[in-house]
């Protein structure tokens, strides 16, 4: 690489940082946080040993069992549903 393909490059770069930091401007600031989280997480995954599978209508099958034998399923049904709201 020569020294006029070397400036080129540089110019080149420091142009893409100019617009990169153009478009950061525009985004808004907490789109701006979940997105440099969501790469972070995506660069460091969770270990496979940390990860749990999940069977949607078993847990369904076993939560409706629980509330028919439950002596006050109303009061159940409500902790849990406001347990799954807090966890969204």
């Known amino acids: 690489m020569d020294a006029r393909d070397k400036k080129s490059r540089e110019a080149a770069i420091a142009e893409l940082k100019v ?3 153009a478009q950061r401007a525009r985004i808004d600031p907490d789109v701006l946080k979940k997105a440099e ?3 972070a997480a995506s660069q460091n995954p969770k270990p496979k040993a940390e990860l749990v599978p999940f069977d949607r209508d078993a847990a369904a099958l076993v939560v409706r069992l629980f ?3 439950h002596d006050d399923p109303e ?3 409500r902790q ?4 799954l709201k ?3």
């Open 75 to 77: 009061w159940f049904k």
């Open 37 to 39: 989280k969501a790469a």
């Open 19 to 21: 617009q990169i930091e």
């Open 86 to 88: 807090k966890e969204r």
């Open 80 to 83: 849990l549903q406001e347990q």
């Open 67 to 69: 509330l028919d034998r």
